[in-house]
């Protein structure tokens, strides 16, 4: 309480994991001075202390009576929807099922993200992954609701109803965690003009949309083989059942939910509350009724959802053979126009992805607009800067200046961009196995795809040479001597 009031209550630069560290550091400290065996002392703890003060007291402490007001009064603010994307609420939870790797080897169970349409009922965005949710997680999950499925996703989950619904949102409701945060995360939510608002926490009746949808959700995940609860038995009493019957992957789980979301979700048929004939119809009649009457904000071209992600800005001087950043070249048939007409050397503004290093954006200044370049080197993987950089530390000398091609492939093979394992039991190094393999599908996945100039997504390959045929008779050219040349 002593930590909290001198440095957590007054102050917003102060998080609860570093409260948390401090509380610990010093409670075993006096254990240790007075002989005695210290008990539970992690995060958790505070987390109990904290979430027991008032929240608005709390905000006014650490805010100022102002900003909390301010915000506490958006949160209490309860929206009635007709319309689509006038309201969507996105929040993560992990899925009550356990889940195999490819040896068969219970590993844990998954987190799942999910953006749901509060006047239709419509899945707008799903997305799993092995990590705890963070701003890649939260991303991703934005950047589906904002551009079209291709057909290759509705073949690889065996989808009959490849049913389309995506936009741009008015507002989007999230809570407060860490995960809706992050450069990446709040370039998105600038750049495509919606509204975003925090709920209060602790108070899931103020997003209810997305909490009846996870009861829906998870009434369907106890079917699965591995579910960690039932109606019959909780989740403290089913883990070990839970472990033995589990013989899912992550794949196949997700298979099962893009399945179930798109052909048996859609056609549900179920009654809206808030609707005032309270008509019986399934989500997909719903957004096409509503879709038909209201106007559906369009999302953003592919150039701009591109454009979103370029969150860090630098300037670099261009030189004939490119424009190098990170250790990467890049250069283009478009660069090099563009340095006909302002000169090389220049100095050119750049946007850079840093969860993806095959392309950047150059601004050009005499039409004030972006324009994308990608990498020199044509087979260039999709990975994050800071991969590259844990690459470059153990592959790479000081001399190197460039991304050399050959080193770098040999240094994925051996997964040397991975970071240090961090796990110590058991099933915690198995989840970080699986997080890992995760990791390295999306690349090569990832990898496995160009833009085009439109902006669109095209599965990567090779310029093939032309072929062309000789003629048959070829003049022959001999010296004086009679030998040929």
Known sequence: M???????????????TWIARQAKRLYLRQCKSEGKVPGPCGRKCVEAIVYSLPHAGLLKRRLGDEEANRRYLMALEYQRVSTPLERVELDCTTLDVWCVDDDGTPIGRPHICVAIDCATGVILGMQL???????????????????????????????????QTFGTPQLLITDQGTENSGDVFHTIIDCSSLEWRKMIPGRPDKKPFIERFFLELSRFVTQFPGA??????????????????????????????????????????????????????????????????????????PHELREMFMVQAATRTVQRYGISY??????????????????VPTTVDIRVDPNDIREIAVLDRLNNEHFF?????????????????????????????????????????????????????KTAKSREKAAKEERRQEIFAQSKKVMDKHGHSEPAYRAEKPEFDLPGKLPSFVSKGGCPQ
């Open 2 to 16: 002593d930590l909290l009031e001198e440095h957590f209550l007054n102050n917003d630069l102060k998080t609860i």
């Open 373 to 425: 370049v990608p990498a020199k080197y044509e087979e260039c993987p999709a990975l994050s800067f800071d991969e590259l950089a844990r690459l470059r530390k153990q592959t790479f000398t000081p001399e190197d200046e460039e991304l050399q091609e050959k080193a770098l492939i040999a240094a994925m093979a051996l997964h040397l961009y991975e970071e240090e394992p961090k796990a110590r039991t």
């Open 326 to 343: 990170g250790g990467v070249t890049y250069h283009s048939a478009e660069l090099a126009n563009y340095l006909k007409m302002v000169g």
């Open 129 to 163: 992954s092995w990590s705890r949710p963070d701003t890649a997680l939260v991303s991703r999950t934005v950047k589906e609701i904002l551009e079209p499925k291709t057909p290759a996703f509705f073949m690889m989950h065996g989808i009959e109803n490849d049913f």
């Open 228 to 301: 960690s609860q039932t109606s019959l038995i909780g989740p403290r009493d089913r883990t070990d059942k839970a472990q033995k019957e589990a013989r899912l992957t992550l794949q196949e789980i997700e298979t099962r939910l893009q399945r179930w979301r798109y052909d048996v979700y859609l056609r549900m048929p179920r009654r809206r509350v808030q609707h005032v004939l309270r008509r019986l119809e399934s989500p997909m009649q719903s957004w096409r009724r509503t879709s038909k009457d209201c106007f559906v904000p369009m999302p953003p071209d």
